[in-house]
């Protein structure tokens, strides 16, 4: 039996054991005793996180993987769960944390990430293929033409380590673009002292007109009187670190 990968799921097969290995053991496999994998197709991956001692779930919503799997891994009877966007993790793993891994669907791959950030409470390590572009965006530093809204999110809450690059040519089909593995270690749950929806709408404001100083991006906040003097207003987003964002939601707080 054999899986055919589906466009539309944006499903790309790693066919390389050894890279597949390397993702597995980057798990440093502290503070979880469960590991969650995304889009697990034929269980390169899988193979390698069932020898280790966490319990392993699989995300996965294309039917035949899920046969293929149930198959070659009899031992993940009853751990095979839904689309990972729609789950409730609450529920999946009672409230225990877990790890996330995976070579991830390129085309909701952004989506996981805010649902690992959503969840972050329960989840203190991801580690994932993204295509490089991605990767790069989530792992970039300020003053990076790549530094926006991805990286900050991510990086408020998460180191971001860029690992390694994979070459388009351990995959079937081969994606037209190259790939990356990258690790986020969470670092703590919440930005004391800040309100956390309007971070983000600060955040997300910022950069959606990243060429105009903040004092103008963020015009539509319509930000109290008193902090229109703060010198961050006069930078653009790019050139703002995470704790920079942090105190500049602490400033206009209302």
């Not at 390590?125 to 490089?132: D, L, P, R, T, Y």
């Amino acid at each position: 039996m054999k899986v055919h990968p589906k466009k539309h799921l944006g499903q790309h097969f790693l066919n390389d054991k050894n890279i597949a290995e390397k993702i597995v053991e980057s798990l440093s496999c502290k503070d979880y005793d469960s590991v969650l994998e995304i889009g697990a197709g034929m269980g390169i991956l899988t193979q390698f996180l069932l020898k280790k001692d966490f319990q392993t779930f699989v995300a996965e919503i294309d039917s035949e993987s899920v046969e293929y799997l149930k198959t070659h891994f009899p031992e993940l009877e009853n751990r095979i769960v839904g689309d990972f966007l729609k789950l409730n993790f609450h529920q999946l793993l009672n409230n225990e944390s877990f790890a996330v891994i995976g070579n991830f669907p390129y085309n909701i791959s952004s989506q996981i990430v805010f649902k690992i950030l959503e969840n972050r409470r329960q989840i203190p390590e991801m580690v994932g293929m993204f295509q490089k572009e991605v990767a790069e965006r989530i792992c970039a530093q300020k003053g990076n033409k790549t530094y926006g809204i991805l990286s900050v999110l991510a990086q408020a809450y998460y180191t971001a380590e860029y690992l390694f690059t994979v070459s388009e040519n351990v995959f079937t089909p081969p994606p037209k673009v190259k790939s990356a593995v990258i690790r986020l270690k969470r670092y703590r749950n919440e930005i004391e002292g800040i309100d956390n929806e309007w971070f983000v709408r600060i955040v997300k404001a910022g950069f959606n007109q990243r060429r105009k100083t903040l004092r103008n991006a963020l015009k539509p906040l319509q930000l109290p009187e008193k902090v229109q003097t703060c010198e961050l207003l006069s930078l653009r987003a790019e050139q703002l670190s995470v704790e920079d964002f942090a105190e500049l939601t602490r400033l206009t707080s209302q």
